[in-house]
């Protein structure tokens, strides 16, 4: 009886200090959020780049959207956990599609944030003749 006894004070004192440590406000996330935008440069188009980064995206968990340009780049917008933003990060600079060459990416507008803007990713089919100017679409 007394090692049951101890071994039932031990789970309630482990389940406590879980709860302890692990408490949040209603509504609070576990993690941080963050976001960025990013423009690749190379021999990016025609080679599936969108599809492959809708992709990775997926298999992390993040959100936005990877769109073609005008200017023969990759443009896109990506929020999510903020642990595996460098994934994305590096994946972008390193990977690409396979068939890709990935001369240089830009990223920009790195923060964090409240709250996600999109549900899921997207790869827009969109002539954006204006999007040169950094404006956004609305999905």
Not at 27 to 33: A, D, S, Y
Not at 84 to 109: H, Q
Not at 115 to 136: A, P
Request: aromatic residues 18%; charged residues 25%.
């Amino acid at each position: 009886v007394e090692m049951n006894t101890t071994l039932l004070y031990l789970v309630v004192f482990t389940f406590l200090l879980e709860a302890i440590l692990c408490w949040r406000w209603p509504g609070q996330r576990p993690f941080k959020l963050s976001c960025f935008h990013f423009e690749v440069f190379g021999d990016v188009q025609n080679v599936h780049f969108k599809e492959y980064t809708q992709r990775v995206a997926e298999e992390y968990q993040l959100r936005g959207y990877v769109v073609y340009t005008n200017n023969h780049t990759v443009r896109g917008y990506v929020e999510g956990q903020e642990s595996y933003i460098p994934y994305m990060k590096k994946w972008l600079t390193e990977r690409g599609s396979p068939e890709a060459r990935v001369d240089k990416v830009v990223f920009y507008d790195e923060r964090y944030i409240d709250e996600f803007r999109y549900k899921v990713f997207h790869s827009l089919n969109l002539d954006f003749r204006d999007f040169e100017t950094h404006q956004e679409p609305h999905v």
